[in-house]
């Protein structure tokens, strides 16, 4: 399988702090993706990063990806409220119809 | 846009009993699928469809039938409804396959419980 295993399983930081969550994965891969999910609510892409790339930014967020180590992180810069939610990663492979997603990182961003 | 709808949004049902989830994009996507989350298992695939009239089985796709017979919508049933079926089910849609570097589109997502 060539699930993501983001980590840690939760983390809370104090709002203003930059949050880091990475995600580890077993094969090959062509992109891999980041979600996120607010309590209740359904997923919502943030960012995507095929594997030719080895960074990607957008607005708040960087994504690196090291596909020698098959693991990628997501910084999230200069903390909100709002940003409290879980995070998941998700692979896909060349060919696939499919992405595999991992098990996610709950985000607790303390006022 | 809606994007892409669920109904019910609630659901109680008990064991034996079936039912139909309905999903529902308006975006012409080409490819739907139907995941289940259940607490510390992130998402799993049930099944999914990569255009009208196909479906083909996910990771969990015991117990739970599927059809695509329009292309705007995707139906997951459920036969014969078993606690272990209690969960949140999402639906989600994309316009081309997963190795296309193509986003996926959630909907809000069903709350099932069996009794």
């Known amino acids: 399988s060539q699930q993501g295993e983001e980590d840690p399983q939760a983390l809370s930081i104090q709002e203003g702090e930059n949050a880091t969550m990475n995600c580890s994965y077993k094969t090959s891969i062509n992109n891999l993706q980041w979600y996120r999910q607010n309590s209740g609510r359904g997923l919502v892409h943030l960012i995507l990063i095929r594997s030719n790339e080895r960074e990607k930014h957008s607005g708040r967020l960087r994504v690196t990806l090291d596909t020698s180590k098959k693991s990628s992180s997501l910084l999230i810069t200069a903390s909100r409220a709002a940003d409290t939610a879980s995070y998941f990663c998700a692979t896909g492979g060349v060919g696939d119809d499919k992405i595999i997603f991992g098990k996610g990182t709950r985000l607790h961003i303390l006022p | 846009n809606a994007g892409v709808t669920q109904t019910p949004k609630f659901r109680v049902l008990k064991t034996g009993q079936s039912m139909t989830l309905l999903c529902a994009q308006d975006m012409n996507h080409e490819y739907m699928y139907w995941y289940r989350q259940d607490p510390g298992m992130g998402l799993r695939l049930i099944h999914y469809s990569v255009g009208e009239g196909t479906t083909a089985k996910g990771e969990v796709p015991d117990g739970y039938n599927v059809s695509r017979l329009k292309k705007q919508n995707f139906l997951l049933g459920l036969e014969s409804a078993a606690p272990s079926q209690t969960s949140v089910y999402f639906c989600?849609?994309?316009?081309?396959?997963?190795?296309?570097?193509?986003?996926?589109?959630f909907g809000p997502g069903t709350r099932l419980t069996v009794l």
């Open positions: 989600a849609s994309s316009s081309h396959r997963a190795g296309s570097y193509n986003e996926q589109f």
